[in-house]
């Protein structure tokens, strides 16, 4: 029988969990999610667990740790410490891992976090098709969900798409309704939404599954190639077509911004410009044929980590998500493979980091915080079912 410090340890960790879930679950409000997470926070002292397997997190927290004061020292570093100290407000989100590792424990609490993704980024997709309702659906006014930008629009629906084939394929899910209509609903507004980064990113992650899973698959590549050329609406087929055309004037502004951001990396290669600062600076880098002036960021997750803060933070970054993929693989291995009772979530954890990284090649996702925020919650996955082994 539970003591009543017991009883009243776990309620606290109860409301914890639903509070850090409930943050997950908002982003569609940056405000919403925000205030959730200050109140995960400000509860943290009596919400998390007293068993914290700190030195089976550390292959995370390391990383994760270099990251921040390698931000700390590109803000030190920077020309202008005054814009560049803004960005110090990104360790507030990245909070959202280290919540996750005290917060969530164990097989069935991570399912539910996972199926609160999978269902907030498919109720986002539906809210996108009923855009077109409204005039949204061609290339100057794309569905965007509830959120101010296409980008971040199908960068959540991304995620929770690669978590939702997961959970089909190696859950054993398949027999359930409501997820074929989710898949449906977020495959479509994904190629409603016309952002090709995520269009590359899920082709080439469901090609790493295909291979992985059934490699018979492939054969079926080329008759579903030819049947969307037949069957796509013309300005689709266009859009797809442009992928490659280095002529399309996004794709080649995309090679100027490349060629800007290594001039900055060689310039200062171990702290960066600073954060905040390569969308000022951009013009001094800019090459005198990029279509244009200005831009928000590189368009490159790696880029604009290594341009703004310097190779080590890129380094970091890099470190963090392979410690966390690798963590993902050793569980699935660990546990029976494919036939292991949680490999739909290691696997949805390295399909989903996979995707996310492919697209960050032709996007600054990781800046987005509506997208970073899930991004962190699978990051910690194969760890918190790993600490819940240890009950």
Not at 42 to 56: A, F, G, M
Not at 264 to 280: K, T
């Amino acid at each position: 029988m539970q003591s009543p410090f017991e009883a009243s340890d776990s309620r606290a960790q109860r409301a914890g969990y639903w509070l850090f879930v409930s943050h997950i679950a908002t982003i569609f409000s940056i405000a919403a999610s925000n205030i959730l997470l200050g109140l995960t926070l400000l509860t943290l002292p009596w919400s998390r667990r007293r068993d914290v397997p700190w030195q089976d997190f550390a292959p995370l927290l390391i990383p994760l740790g270099l990251y921040v004061l390698l931000l700390a020292g590109s803000i030190v570093a920077s020309s202008d410490p005054r814009t560049s100290v803004r960005g110090a407000t990104e360790v507030f989100s990245l909070a959202t891992l280290v919540l996750a590792l005290l917060l969530v424990r164990g097989e069935r609490q991570v399912r539910i976090a996972v199926d609160a993704v999978i269902l907030v980024a498919t109720l986002l997709a539906g809210v996108g098709l009923a855009q077109y309702l409204f005039g949204y659906g061609d290339i100057e006014r794309r569905i965007r969900g509830s959120f101010s930008h296409y980008m971040t629009f199908s960068g959540v629906l991304l995620i929770g798409d690669l978590l939702l084939v997961s959970t089909m394929v190696y859950g054993g899910r398949w027999r359930s309704l409501w997820r074929w209509a989710a898949l449906a609903i977020l495959n479509v507004a994904l190629l409603g939404s016309l952002t090709r980064n995520a269009w590359v990113a899920l082709v080439l992650t469901l090609t790493v599954l295909v291979v992985l899973r059934a490699p018979r698959l492939l054969l079926a590549y080329l008759p579903a190639a030819v049947l969307f050329v037949v069957l796509a609406p013309v300005p689709l087929l266009h859009r797809v077509m442009s992928i490659a055309d280095l002529r399309d004037p996004s794709n080649y502004d995309r090679l100027c911004m490349l060629e800007a951001g290594l001039a900055m990396i060689r310039e200062r290669p171990l702290f960066g410009l600073g954060p905040e600062l390569v969308e000022r600076r951009y013009a001094i880098y800019r090459s005198p044929a990029a279509p244009r002036y200005e831009v928000p960021h590189l368009h490159n997750n790696l880029l604009e980590l290594a341009a703004e803060r310097g190779l080590p933070a890129l380094a970091s970054y890099l470190w963090l998500t392979g410690a966390s993929m690798a963590a993902a693989w050793r569980g699935f291995r660990r546990e029976g493979g494919r036939s292991g009772r949680r490999a739909d979530l290691y696997v949805g954890a390295m399909l989903a980091l996979l995707a996310f990284n492919l697209a960050g090649l032709f996007e600054n996702n990781w800046g987005d915080t509506e997208v970073q925020r899930p991004v962190l919650f699978v990051l910690a996955i194969p760890f918190c079912l790993r600490a819940g082994e240890r009950g």
